[in-house]
Nanobody, 126 residues
Framework: QVQLVESGGGLVQVGGSLRLSCAAS????????MGWFRQAPGKEREFVAA????????NYADSVKGRFTISRDNAKNTVDLQMNSLKPEDTAVYYC???????????????????WGQGTQVTVSS
């Protein structure tokens, strides 16, 4: 059974930093893209960042470019999201996702991902 478990969320002040981590189990994702999405109350789930299997291709939402960094450790089957210069509008539940297809790219669409974690809350206070 595949599981994605996020950790690292919490409450942080504006301008602060958090590092989210996602640990995968049940299968290896070393040949698959992984991504982070978020969902704020009353809004649809939106793309944040994605990374291809090797880490050589990354994509970011315009709203987080220059502030967030996605990385992965295939030996540990993990993907991280370093979030700096946090803003109140970054407040959301953050979800880790994994693509079960072997592809070179780092997809940004929600429906490109097959496995999802339960989410971790990030709250940025002003």
């Amino acid at each position: 059974q595949v599981q994605l478990v996020e950790s690292g969320g919490g409450l942080v002040q504006v301008g602060g930093s958090l590092r989210l981590s996602c640990a995968a189990s049940g299968r290896t994702f070393s040949r698959n893209a992984m991504g982070w999405f978020r969902q704020a109350p009353g809004k649809e789930r939106e793309f944040v960042a994605a990374i291809n299997y090797s880490g050589g291709i990354t994509n970011y939402a315009d709203s987080v470019k220059g502030r967030f960094t996605i990385s992965r450790d295939n030996a540990k089957n993990t993907v991280d999201l370093q979030m700096n210069s946090l803003k109140p509008e970054d407040t959301a539940v953050y979800y880790c996702a994994a693509d079960r297809n072997i592809r070179y790219v780092a997809p940004i669409a929600t429906d490109e991902y097959d496995y999802w974690g339960q989410g971790t809350q990030v709250t940025v206070s002003s």
